[in-house]
């Protein structure tokens, strides 16, 4: 067992204003599976860098142990998975490696292949079978989930659970509560450890949460009412203070100490103020702004919006589905599932217009109108407001609705391409809640988003009920958002 120590780190990218770590400390065992959560942009993959020494920083990072980082960059795709099994780990074993691929259900055969043939999970599962075939490395994991179905999440997340000494991110709840049993978050203000899973650290954030925010209100009110008594102090002070002034008979120095006492309770209760003030100010730094979101629905004149009877699609004589059938009437959440290659994205071109071979029938309603977010954000460059212009919408609302989702002003007035996944992605979400449309069909819209904002995204569909078919892997989300489930084999 070995400890990363990291004192005093302090770090921030050249030409930018925002400090992404500012004098933080912390130390991990090496001996633990680490959840690693945030909001998007807050330096998950940033400070994993900082580990692998790609950066340069502030402080002090101290660890006896070699890091391997996922997801490795192959340097020739057609090569063989062996070949590109030894890029990533020169020194591997081979009998280790077959042992980890055996455990995450590859066959050993997949490996004289060409790399480029895989799917994006035989992918992951590879060069995670590379990585744990090591011995004394500690392993950086950058979300492993985004080319996985849910059924390959779940054989993924029980693999991890047999395993120790790696920093996961992923915004997967149901994929980290499976597999680690420490959290590692990047807060608005500092970056914390706790021993658990994802779900016994949000819990006990929201309690945290709600005991600052019962305290904030408690405090409001005593400073209100403490600033209150001190004015009301302060004139009584001086209306006795006034009275010396004149003739008559009356005791000067005793009207003086009565002043001075009031001047010295009014005193008195201003440090009480300020004290106050300085506990409200320690508050509510680490409370996530998770303002609700608003959708504009377009009410569509039928009641059905979308049928399928018996639709089969097939390439080059290979099916892909057979026989589906289903339909879309107003109001629906239907979660499209199914394994990776089982259809899904075919059926949504379908719907969408495309011309796919196909047999069956598909039938859309006269001037249903559409709004799609696709997988791939790559296409996204560009400013904000060039893309609002082009898409109809109003910019005002899409970038309130950007900013809701935590995406900051400087983030707003980089070109698009610089983005994260995550944000570009929020971008494609935001973009679709503003247009005018009677259907939202999103393929996996949850890829890099955040917990934080999955959640905003799931209240929202909860609120407004819109008609909408999806693809997503996310288990939980799924769960709460769909009213159909349409399971493709």
């Given at each position: 067992?070995?400890?990363i120590q990291v004192n005093d780190l302090t770090f921030g990218y050249d030409g930018s204003h925002h400090t992404i770590f500012d004098h933080v400390s912390f130390q991990l065992d090496t001996n633990w599976k680490l959840g690693f959560t945030g909001r998007n942009g807050r330096g998950k993959t940033t400070f994993l860098r900082l580990?692998?020494?790609?950066?340069?920083?502030?402080?002090?990072?101290?660890?006896?142990?070699?890091?391997?980082?996922?997801?490795?960059?192959?340097?020739?795709?057609?090569?063989?998975?062996?070949?590109?099994?030894?890029?990533?780990?020169?020194?591997?074993?081979?009998?280790?490696?077959?042992?980890?691929?055996?455990?995450?259900?590859?066959?050993?055969?997949?490996?004289?292949?060409?790399?480029?043939?895989?799917?994006?999970?035989?992918?992951?599962?590879?060069?995670?079978?590379?990585?744990?075939?090591?011995?004394?490395?500690?392993?950086?994991?950058?979300?492993?989930?985004?080319?996985?179905?849910?059924?390959?999440?779940?054989?993924?997340?029980?693999?991890?659970?047999?395993?120790?000494?790696?920093?996961?991110?992923?915004?997967?709840?149901?994929?980290?509560?499976?597999?680690?049993?420490?959290?590692?978050?990047?807060?608005?203000?500092?970056?914390?450890?706790?021993?658990?899973?994802?779900?016994?650290?949000?819990?006990?954030?929201?309690?945290?949460?709600?005991?600052?925010?019962?305290?904030?209100?408690?405090?409001?009110?005593?400073?209100?009412?403490?600033?209150?008594?001190?004015?009301?102090?302060?004139?009584?002070?001086?209306?006795?203070?006034?009275?010396?002034?004149?003739?008559?008979?009356?005791?000067?120095?005793?009207?003086?100490?009565?002043?001075?006492?009031?001047?010295?309770?009014?005193?008195?209760?201003?440090?009480?103020?300020?004290?106050?003030?300085?506990?409200?100010?320690?508050?509510?730094?680490?409370?996530?702004?998770?303002?609700?979101?608003?959708?504009?629905?377009?009410?569509?004149?039928?009641?059905?919006?979308?049928?399928?009877?018996?639709?089969?699609?097939?390439?080059?004589?290979?099916?892909?589905?057979?026989?589906?059938?289903?339909?879309?009437?107003?109001?629906?959440?239907?979660?499209?599932?199914?394994?990776?290659?089982?259809?899904?994205?075919?059926?949504?071109?379908?719907?969408?217009?495309?011309?796919?071979?196909?047999?069956?029938?598909?039938?859309?309603?006269?001037?249903?109108?559409?709004?799609?977010?696709?997988?791939?954000?790559?296409?996204?460059?560009?400013?904000l407001a060039d893309l609002a212009r082009e898409s109809g919408i109003a910019q005002s609302l899409f970038l309130a609705l950007l900013a809701k989702l935590d995406v900051s002003k400087e983030q707003m007035d980089r070109d698009m391409a610089q983005l994260s996944e995550g944000q570009k992605k929020k971008v494609l979400l935001a973009?679709?809640?503003?247009?005018?449309?009677?259907?939202?069909?999103?393929?996996?819209?949850?890829?890099?988003?955040?917990?934080?904002?999955?959640?905003?995204?799931?209240?929202?569909?909860?609120?407004?009920?819109?008609?909408?078919?999806?693809?997503?892997?996310?288990?939980?989300?799924c769960e709460h958002v769909a009213t159909k489930v349409v399971r493709l084999s």
């Amino acid at each position: 067992m070995s400890v990363i120590q990291v004192n005093d780190l302090t770090f921030g990218y050249d030409g930018s204003h925002h400090t992404i770590f500012d004098h933080v400390s912390f130390q991990l065992d090496t001996n633990w599976k680490l959840g690693f959560t945030g909001r998007n942009g807050r330096g998950k993959t940033t400070f994993l860098r900082l580990l692998l020494g790609q950066l340069e920083y502030r402080g002090s990072i101290v660890s006896g142990t070699a890091f391997s980082y996922f997801p490795y960059q192959a340097a020739d795709p057609k090569a063989l998975a062996v070949e590109v099994a030894e890029g990533i780990c020169p020194e591997y074993e081979y009998w280790r490696l077959v042992r980890e691929m055996n455990a995450l259900e590859l066959p050993e055969q997949l490996l004289y292949q060409s790399y480029e043939t895989l799917s994006g999970g035989e992918k992951t599962k590879l060069q995670l079978a590379v990585l744990f075939s090591r011995e004394n490395n500690f392993l950086l994991i950058d979300e492993p989930t985004n080319h996985l179905d849910m059924a390959g999440r779940e054989k993924l997340s029980r693999y991890l659970s047999g395993k120790k000494g790696f920093i996961l991110v992923s915004h997967d709840r149901a994929f980290l509560d499976g597999c680690v049993d420490h959290i590692l978050s990047i807060n608005k203000t500092n970056i914390e450890v706790q021993r658990g899973n994802f779900s016994s650290w949000y819990e006990n954030k929201r309690r945290q949460d709600a005991f600052e925010m019962a305290e904030n209100e408690r405090l409001k009110k005593e400073i209100g009412r403490l600033e209150q008594t001190a004015r009301q102090k302060a004139q009584w002070s001086d209306r006795v203070e006034d009275t010396k002034i004149g003739s008559g008979a009356f005791d000067r120095g005793y009207i003086g100490h009565k002043s001075a006492k009031m001047m010295a309770r009014s005193k008195a209760i201003e440090k009480r103020q300020q004290a106050a003030v300085e506990e409200k100010s320690a508050l509510l730094k680490n409370i996530e702004r998770s303002d609700s979101l608003k959708l504009f629905q377009t009410p569509f004149h039928l009641r059905r919006m979308v049928s399928l009877k018996d639709v089969t699609v097939a390439f080059d004589g290979r099916r892909v589905c057979e026989n589906i059938s289903f339909t879309i009437d107003q109001g629906d959440r239907i979660a499209l599932e199914g394994p990776n290659g089982s259809g899904k994205s075919s059926l949504i071109r379908l719907i969408l217009g495309q011309q796919i071979p196909h047999t069956g029938e598909v039938w859309l309603g006269n001037g249903l109108k559409i709004s799609y977010v696709p997988q791939d954000t790559s296409g996204l460059k560009g400013k904000l407001a060039d893309l609002a212009r082009e898409s109809g919408i109003a910019q005002s609302l899409f970038l309130a609705l950007l900013a809701k989702l935590d995406v900051s002003k400087e983030q707003m007035d980089r070109d698009m391409a610089q983005l994260s996944e995550g944000q570009k992605k929020k971008v494609l979400l935001a973009r679709s809640l503003c247009q005018n449309v009677h259907l939202h069909i999103w393929d996996e819209p949850m890829n890099y988003i955040d917990v934080i904002s999955r959640m905003q995204l799931e209240d929202l569909l909860l609120e407004y009920k819109p008609t909408i078919l999806f693809v997503e892997h996310d288990r939980i989300f799924c769960e709460h958002v769909a009213t159909k489930v349409v399971r493709l084999s």
